[in-house]
């Protein structure tokens, strides 16, 4: 068990919903992670939050957000979803933001859109 | 822009047989970060080692060890005795020093590794 917990473990929903995956870090950790795993586009990185505050962009599309929250837990809000959207959504936390520090990934929200 | 490449996408081994993991990287900045992380059937990611640009030296742990040669931008894994227990994808991944990276990984494509009793 990393500690990080997300919620929920299973989403299924319709094309154009939406939906909000949620996460809580490791206790003592300021800085979450999102991860989509899809088997065409592997591992991609989303998004980093740092104490609040976006720390680093990957390549999150328009439709899909993110906020940290003061007690340090974080939403991936995804809207207007699509097919192709349909993946393993990783939360990972670390202790700081910068590169060298290992991320602890929690147990993954696998979306499924029908 | 940083890439890693594990250009093996599955293994296949009968139990008790070593196996060696490749991972190749791609990067411009000097200091910079590698891992290893392990997704078993269970699907989640297991953190297994860090290493950093400026630190050459070879670790084992266990059944474990690693092998980093800055020469060829090789950072290799390999399980030694393997069970099969060790069957999973293995991700080898890089995170670079400067700011405005953050911490962001960059995964190779991960190598299926079975392991027959």
């Known amino acids: 068990d990393s500690g990080v917990t997300q919620t929920p473990k299973h989403l299924i929903t319709a094309t154009g919903q939406r939906v909000t995956l949620r996460c809580s870090p490791r206790?003592?950790?300021?800085?979450v992670y999102w991860y989509q795993q899809s088997l065409d586009q592997g591992l991609q990185f989303l998004i980093q939050?740092?104490?609040?505050?976006?720390?680093a962009k990957g390549n999150i599309l328009e439709r899909f957000s993110a906020q940290q929250f003061p007690d340090l837990h974080s939403e991936l809000n995804l809207s207007s979803l699509e097919l192709g959207d349909s993946a393993l959504y990783f939360c990972?936390?670390?202790?700081?933001?910068?590169?060298?520090?290992?991320?602890?990934f929690g147990p993954g929200t696998r979306l499924t859109v029908t | 822009a940083q890439k890693v490449t594990q250009a093996q996408t599955e293994i296949s081994v009968v139990e008790k047989e070593d196996v060696t993991l490749d991972c190749v990287y791609e990067t411009r900045d000097t200091t910079y970060y590698l891992f290893w992380y392990k997704q078993p059937p269970s699907g989640e990611l297991v953190f297994l080692i860090r290493?950093?640009?400026?630190?050459?030296q070879n670790e084992i742990s266990g059944r474990y060890s690693w092998n980093f040669q800055k020469s060829t931008s090789s950072f290799n894994f390999t399980i030694t005795a393997s069970q099969v227990v060790d069957s999973a994808v293995y991700f080898c991944?890089?995170?670079?020093?400067?700011?405005?990276?953050?911490?962001?990984?960059?995964f190779g494509g991960g190598t299926r590794v079975l392991v027959k009793p």
């Open positions: 206790s003592g950790d300021l800085s």
């Open positions: 991944a890089l995170s670079e020093a400067y700011k405005a990276a953050g911490n962001k990984l960059t």
């Open positions: 290493r950093n640009s400026f630190d050459e």
């Open positions: 939050y740092y104490n609040g505050e976006e720390r």
């Open positions: 990972a936390s670390s202790v700081m933001d910068r590169g060298g520090y290992e991320q602890y």
